[in-house]
Structure formats: structure tokens, C-alpha cells
């Protein structure tokens, strides 16, 4: 198969490699599938992310090299999606099933297609309630985006070099905040994010976060915030599930930090002389800001 000077352009900087690309030889175009193949292995999960296998996504991009990609990196994760190459083969899919997520280029080839496909996709939600509809393009246009908003989108990203990464995150904390009332997640930057507990008062809660956290870390958020204002009670016995998470972040080149502690929690981080080990802050802001020092 021969690649075209789009797509050609296009593998490169998937691949985030600086080559000339007017004289692009054969040994390049392996380096550069060997680098994306790299950054996909990163990416192997030791479990799939916790209802992951349920959600059904719809993915609708007229460049292999992208559906490839995000293919791979979904089936990482547990999820299987299906793919759609332009717009007449996404209308064939939406009329066959519900997809959770829809995640659509804009240009298939041209914009037009690409709000024809997003309008119809609104028009869907209302009827049969499609969850999610995400929206990624290469464009730095304020008005398409601006009118990709007003069509009623959910998230906008751009196709940049890690476009992939930040959809899968958006999913990832959608999700969470879907299907979990022990917590609220949510991505600063990308290596910070901050979990707002709602309860950490029996194992099986315990277990839920931890899991979570081990799927942040995988991600790359390897700094990792407690916000523990809701938690007025705490029992010592699970002050060992602070030291696990100090411990994995550590292992990552990261920090975990916890933030608006009780004072039931601060005595039981004394006792166990975790209190000069992990850093605790009176704000989430106060927790970031001394991160990007």
C-alpha cells in the first residue's frame, strides 16, 4: 500500500518524530509505525477500566492511520467500537444501535458533512438518548468551533498529537462521574487529577477508588489529590490504604497528596507517621500550585 503526502504527514506526527518530510524514505515509515506501535503498548492496561466493556462508541474518521490508533487504544481498555469511515456509513450505524459515545471528525471530507452528521446525531440524542457526542478536528477556527457548540456537542478536541489520549481521558471521567457515588473525578492538567470523595468508610468503597486510581496512573496522571472535605469520619483501620496510594504514586515519579483532611483522619495519619510523608494542603488550589513548582 502506498501513502499519499497527507497521510504520509499525518503517520509523522502521530508518531511525533521531526523527519523532512519531502524526502520521507521507506526505513522512516517503519520508524514511524514503530514508534506509534510504542505508544500504543504504553497503553496496556492490566484490567480493563470498570465498565468499560458496557459502553458502546461509535467512531467516524475518514484517515486510517487515526481509526487504527484509536481502535487499538479503546480495545486496551475493554472497548470494542465501531467504526464509520464517512457519513453515510455513520447514519448506517446509528440507525442499527444506541452508542454511549459518538466521536466524529469534522471534516469528512469537508465541515459540512461534518455538521450534517452532528446535527443528526442531536436529533438522535433527543429521541433515543446518546450520551456523549465529542467532536475532534484539526481546525483552529473559533467559529467552526464555536458553531459545533452551538449544534449541541459535548467536548471538543483537538486533533493534535495526543488527540486520542485526551478523548479516552474524557471518556474515562465522564464515566466515572457516571457510574460512581463514592467520587467525583477530574483531570487539571495531564499528569495532576484530583478525586473529591463521598465516602471512604468500608472496604468495597476502598477497593472502587484504588482501582480507579491504578487506571489514572496507567493514563499518566501520576500526581494524584484526595480531596477529603466530605469525609467528617474516619476509622484508622483503612489509614493503610494512604500509605498503597503514596506508594503507587511514588512509583510512578509522582506525588499523592491529600487535601481538607478531619481531624480523625489527621491523628490516624500521626499514629501511623504518615502525616511528615504525605503532603496536605488546605485547598485543591494550594495542592496544584506547589505541584508546578
Given amino acids: 500500500m502506498e501513502l499519499n503526502k497527507e497521510q504520509i504527514s499525518?503517520?509523522?506526527?502521530?508518531?511525533?518524530?521531526?523527519?523532512?518530510?519531502?524526502?520521507?524514505?521507506?526505513?522512516?515509515?517503519?520508524?514511524?509505525?514503530?514508534?506509534?506501535?510504542?505508544?500504543?503498548?504504553?497503553?496496556?492496561?492490566?484490567?480493563?477500566?470498570?465498565?468499560?466493556?458496557?459502553l458502546s462508541v461509535l467512531i467516524v474518521d475518514d484517515l486510517e492511520l487515526s481509526i487504527y490508533q484509536f481502535n487499538q487504544l479503546l480495545k486496551r481498555i475493554g472497548v470494542k467500537p465501531t467504526v464509520a469511515r464517512n457519513k453515510e456509513e455513520a447514519f448506517a450505524e446509528l440507525k442499527k444501535k444506541k452508542f454511549d459515545y459518538i466521536v466524529v471528525d469534522l471534516f469528512l471530507p469537508d465541515a459540512e458533512d461534518g455538521f450534517e452528521l452532528i446535527d443528526e446525531c442531536i436529533k438522535i440524542r433527543e429521541t433515543k438518548g446518546v450520551n456523549k457526542i465529542i467532536v475532534m478536528s484539526g481546525t483552529d477556527d473559533k467559529n467552526l468551533v464555536e458553531k459545533c457548540y452551538k449544534l449541541g456537542i459535548d467536548e471538543f478536541i483537538p486533533k493534535n498529537v495526543n488527540w486520542h489520549d485526551q478523548i479516552l481521558k474524557y471518556i474515562t471521567n465522564t464515566l466515572t462521574a457516571k457510574t460512581s457515588t463514592d467520587f467525583l473525578k477530574y483531570s487539571i492538567n495531564d499528569n495532576i487529577c484530583c478525586y473529591t470523595l463521598n465516602k471512604f468508610n468500608c472496604q468495597k468503597h476502598i477497593d472502587t477508588i484504588m482501582k480507579d486510581v491504578t487506571t489514572s496512573l496507567y493514563m499518566g496522571?501520576?500526581?494524584?489529590?484526595?480531596?477529603?472535605?466530605?469525609?467528617?469520619?474516619?476509622?484508622?483501620?483503612?489509614?493503610?490504604?494512604?500509605?498503597?496510594?503514596?506508594r503507587m504514586c511514588q512509583e510512578k515519579k509522582g506525588t499523592f497528596s491529600l487535601v481538607k483532611i478531619s481531624d480523625p483522619l489527621r491523628n490516624a495519619l500521626s499514629d501511623a507517621f504518615l502525616d511528615t510523608v504525605i503532603p496536605i494542603y488546605s485547598s485543591v488550589e494550594g495542592a496544584v500550585s506547589k505541584l508546578a513548582d
Fill in 10 to 54: 499525518k503517520l509523522l506526527e502521530l508518531a511525533e518524530l521531526e523527519l523532512d518530510r519531502d524526502n520521507i524514505t521507506t526505513e522512516d515509515i517503519n520508524k514511524a509505525l514503530i514508534a506509534i506501535e510504542r505508544k500504543l503498548m504504553s497503553f496496556s492496561y492490566g484490567e480493563s477500566l470498570a465498565g468499560a466493556s458496557d
Fill in 221 to 246: 496522571y501520576v500526581n494524584i489529590i484526595f480531596n477529603m472535605e466530605n469525609i467528617k469520619i474516619f476509622d484508622e483501620e483503612y489509614t493503610r490504604a494512604f500509605a498503597e496510594l503514596y
